[in-house]
């Protein structure tokens, strides 16, 4: 998402962890205001069930200017797939 604040470009990615339940999860977004969350139970039901833990992963990238794509690629690829190191 990307907007304008005191003349400026300024936006933020909220990037979902292919891990998640249901990845890549859909998103509500809102009509009129700047407002949208990711929604899995719109592909189904399921359930919390007590015991066992329900994590979800997300991390927010905040910028000044406008988006980077080659930027925000990097970016997901170092969450989604960090390196994997072995020490033998």
């Known amino acids: 998402m990307s907007g304008d604040v005191d003349g400026a470009r300024v936006g933020i990615a909220i990037l979902c962890h292919p891990d998640n339940f249901r990845a890549p999860q859909p998103m ?10 990711f929604a899995p139970s719109q592909l189904g039901d399921w359930e919390i069930s007590p015991g066992k833990p329900y994590v979800s992963r997300y991390r927010f990238i905040v910028a000044d200017g406008p988006p980077d794509k080659a930027e925000l690629e990097r970016l997901w690829n170092d969450y989604a797939y960090p390196p994997i190191i072995t020490i033998d």
């Open 28 to 37: 509500r977004l809102h009509p009129a205001e700047p407002f949208f969350c």
